[in-house]
């Protein structure tokens, strides 16, 4: 069973284990996740506390510097499998940093609206795990396809978007509030979202596959990095509709 995930490679899964390792499992994996979400709130924490204290303009610094760090780490732990024990606490601390700045701003536009986001969050990651688990959307060869050139086509938009923004060229999507944009936002939500299949098979098929412990940190890593791009989409989607 091969991987389409951008982060979850296919090349993982064909590793074998070996005798003197102690093989990957779907708890181990968990209990990893929940280890980095502790790490990324305490870094989201640290940002609130600045936030209420009016430091402002710090907050903006610790937000840069937290999607900065979470680009950097994230793309080392993907082409580096097994710095994923060390790096993935970085990574985790920079997201909390990056996303509680986010928030605290959509927050004091949108009084109530990061609440509504992680609650729509944890209701979608749950949904989909459902859904998964009852096979009533599988993680065929095709699906992975279709779901890796959608996540690699956004992944380039993105970047188009963020270069762009150094020559003060900015794309109608991400400052209209039009039905189209509306649409749009749905759309990239629901890839996102469609990810979580990707990344639950990488870890099912993992564990069967008796890969080495180490990448229960590198499948915690995906599935986290799923959930951070998750939560931004649908925050910015209430952003839209909660805009007059």
Same mark, same amino acid.
């Given at each position: 069973?091969? &991987?389409?995930?951008?982060?979850? &490679?296919?090349?993982?899964?064909?590793?074998?284990?070996?005798?003197?390792?102690?093989?990957?499992?779907?708890?181990?994996? /968990?209990?990893?996740?929940?280890?980095?979400?502790?790490?990324?709130?305490?870094?989201?924490?640290?940002?609130?506390?600045?936030?209420?204290?009016?430091?402002?303009?710090?907050?903006?610094?610790?937000?840069?510097?937290?999607?900065?760090?979470?680009?950097?780490?994230? /793309?080392?732990?993907?082409?580096?499998?097994?710095?994923?024990?060390?790096? *993935?606490?970085?990574?985790?601390?920079?997201?909390?940093?990056?996303?509680?700045?986010?928030?605290?701003?959509?927050?004091? *536009?949108?009084?109530?609206?990061?609440?509504?986001?992680?609650?729509?969050?944890?209701?979608?990651?749950?949904?989909?795990?459902?859904?998964?688990?009852?096979?009533?959307?599988?993680?065929?060869?095709?699906?992975?396809?279709?779901?890796?050139?959608?996540?690699?086509?956004?992944?380039?938009?993105?970047?188009?978007?963020?270069?762009?923004?150094?020559?003060?060229?900015?794309?109608?999507?991400?400052?209209?509030? &039009?039905?189209?944009?509306?649409?749009?936002?749905?759309?990239?939500?629901?890839?996102?979202?469609?990810?979580?299949?990707?990344?639950?098979?990488?870890?099912?098929?993992?564990?069967?596959?008796? /890969?080495? &412990?180490?990448?229960?940190?590198?499948? *915690?890593?995906?599935?986290?990095?799923?959930?951070?791009?998750?939560?931004?989409?649908?925050?910015? /989607?209430?952003?839209?509709?909660?805009?007059?």
């Amino acid at each position: 069973m091969k &991987s389409s995930n951008p982060i979850l &490679s296919d090349k993982v899964l064909e590793n074998t284990y070996s005798l003197t390792e102690r093989p990957m499992t779907v708890s181990g994996t /968990l209990n990893k996740l929940l280890l980095l979400s502790l790490v990324m709130m305490v870094g989201a924490g640290a940002v609130l506390y600045q936030f209420s204290l009016h430091h402002y303009d710090f907050v903006n610094l610790l937000t840069t510097i937290g999607i900065i760090t979470g680009i950097i780490t994230a /793309l080392i732990i993907s082409f580096v499998h097994k710095t994923a024990p060390y790096l *993935s606490f970085i990574y985790a601390f920079a997201e909390g940093l990056c996303l509680s700045g986010i928030s605290c701003f959509f927050e004091a *536009s949108f009084p109530g609206i990061v609440i509504q986001a992680i609650s729509l969050t944890l209701l979608t990651v749950f949904v989909m795990a459902i859904l998964y688990k009852l096979r009533l959307i599988q993680a065929t060869d095709r699906f992975k396809s279709v779901i890796f050139v959608a996540t690699l086509t956004l992944g380039i938009f993105y970047l188009a978007a963020y270069i762009l923004s150094f020559f003060n060229v900015t794309i109608p999507y991400f400052v209209s509030n &039009s039905n189209l944009s509306k649409g749009i936002n749905v759309l990239i939500a629901c890839i996102a979202a469609l990810n979580l299949i990707i990344d639950f098979d990488f870890i099912e098929e993992g564990s069967k596959k008796m /890969l080495p &412990s180490i990448y229960e940190w590198y499948g *915690s890593f995906g599935l986290l990095v799923t959930i951070v791009w998750l939560y931004i989409e649908i925050l910015r /989607l209430l952003s839209r509709f909660r805009d007059r």
